[in-house]
């Protein structure tokens, strides 16, 4: 759990994006489960990202 607090403002940052996304899924005719795991496996990694990113930058900005 202690994880997931660290990725937590980057999971705010990417959700509204990818839940947008994933409401084509839904038209699409895909089923709740398909739309949840794909959520999962694109907004994770995705706020992985950000939050390395926004880190890397931070300390590249107080050198």
């Given at each position: 759990m202690a994880y997931v607090g660290a990725i937590s403002a980057g999971l705010f940052v990417i959700h509204p994006s990818?839940?947008?996304?994933?409401?084509?899924?839904?038209?699409?005719?895909?089923?709740?489960?398909?739309?949840?795991?794909?959520?999962?496996?694109?907004?994770?990694?995705?706020?992985?990202?950000?939050?390395?990113?926004y880190k890397w930058l931070i300390r590249l900005l107080n050198k």
């Open positions: 990818v839940r947008f996304l994933s409401y084509g899924l839904l038209a699409g005719g895909h089923s709740h489960a398909m739309v949840v795991t794909c959520y999962l496996a694109v907004c994770i990694p995705l706020a992985i990202g950000y939050t390395a990113l």
